[in-house]
C-alpha cells in the first residue's frame, strides 16, 4: 500500500494486496472461519426457533384462556340452555361438512369448466393476434394507416373490450399511461 498516508486506501492499492493477504489466509484459518460462520448461522437459526416457539407457547395459552371462558359461560347456563347450544354445535358441524363438500364440488365444477373453455380460449386468441383468418375473411391485405403494415387480428381488442365492459368501467379507471400499456395485451383468460 501506499506508504504516503495509512488514512488514504488507493484502490489499486487494494487490488494489490488481496491477493497476497488471500495466500496468506491458510487452510487452517479458512477453516476456522467457515466453522465461525457455520456456528453463527446455527445460532440465529436456534434464535429463530426459539422466538417461533414462544410465539407457539402463546398463542396456545391464549386459544386456552378462550376455551376456559367458553366454558365458564356453559357452565353459567341452566341444563336444558346448555343441551340447546350442544344441538347448536352439532347442527353447525353438519353445516361446515356440508359446506366443504360445496366447496370441493364447485373446485371439480370449475376445474370441468377450464378444460372446456380452454379450446375458446385458444380460438379467440388466434383470431384477437391474427394467428388464423376467420370464415369470411378477404385475402385482401389492409395496411395499418399509423404504422405502415398490414393490419392483423383486431387491434387493440383487449384495451376496446376493458374501457366497453360495464363492470369494469365502474370498478376500474384507465388512464392514458394504461392505455398505452394495455394496446399491447395479447391474451386474457
Known amino acids: ?8 486506501l488507493n484502490a489499486s492499492d487494494l487490488g494489490a494486496a488481496l491477493p497476497a493477504a488471500a495466500a496468506a489466509l491458510i487452510a487452517e484459518d479458512r477453516a476456522g472461519l467457515v466453522n ?8 440465529k437459526f436456534l434464535a429463530l ?7 407457539i407457547v402463546l398463542t396456545m395459552n391464549k386459544l386456552q384462556n378462550l376455551a376456559g371462558q367458553h366454558a365458564d ?23 361446515d361438512e356440508l359446506e366443504k363438500k360445496f366447496f370441493e364440488e364447485r373446485a371439480a365444477l370449475e376445474a370441468k369448466y377450464q378444460n372446456l373453455y380452454e379450446p375458446l380460449y385458444t380460438k379467440r386468441y388466434e383470431i384477437v393476434n391474427g394467428v388464423i383468418k376467420v ?18 387480428g383486431v387491434p387493440d381488442f383487449w384495451l376496446t373490450a376493458m374501457k366497453t365492459n360495464d363492470i369494469l368501467a365502474e370498478e376500474v379507471q384507465i388512464s392514458e399511461r394504461d392505455e398505452g400499456a394495455l394496446k399491447y395485451l395479447k391474451d386474457i383468460k
Not at 500500500?1 to 488514504?8: F, H, I, T
Not at 426457533?49 to 410465539?55: G, L, N, S, V
Open 73 to 95: 359461560v356453559l357452565e353459567t347456563l341452566s341444563p336444558n340452555v346448555r343441551t340447546r347450544v350442544e344441538v347448536l354445535r352439532e347442527i353447525q358441524s353438519k353445516h
Open 135 to 152: 370464415e369470411g375473411e378477404t385475402n385482401e391485405a389492409v395496411m395499418d394507416e399509423d404504422k405502415g403494415v398490414e393490419e392483423k
Open 36 to 43: 465461525a460462520l457455520k456456528a453463527k448461522a446455527v445460532l
Open 1 to 8: 500500500m501506499s506508504n504516503d498516508n495509512a488514512d488514504n
Open 49 to 55: 426457533i426459539a422466538y417461533h416457539f414462544i410465539d
